[in-house]
């Protein structure tokens, strides 16, 4: 988990999520976001380059509170989380 100061923020985050080697390069994720069990943003086909999946969000759609990142694939599913303070 990750704890990022909303007054910290610029106006774009990017998110950077490593994922390990054994997962096949060039594979796509869909890309869930939720907040507090409630669902944000999905993204359909979101693509892994260089063993990572690349997010940039803009700082209005990220309030306060508890964010969990989700990435499916037809065999795999990774959760990363992190915190608006």
Do not use: A
């Not at 994922?19 to 979101?46: A, C, D, H, M, Y």
């Amino acid at each position: 988990s990750s704890f990022l100061k909303q007054n910290e923020l610029t106006e774009n985050i990017l998110f950077r999520l490593n994922l390990p080697s054994s997962v096949k390069s060039q594979q796509n994720f869909s890309t869930t976001i939720t907040r507090e069990n409630e669902v944000i943003l999905v993204i359909p086909n979101s693509k892994l380059q260089n063993q990572e999946i690349r997010l940039l969000l803009p700082k209005s759609s990220l309030k306060l509170g508890d964010y969990r990142i989700t990435l499916n694939s037809d065999s795999e599913k990774y959760s990363f989380y992190f915190s608006i303070q």
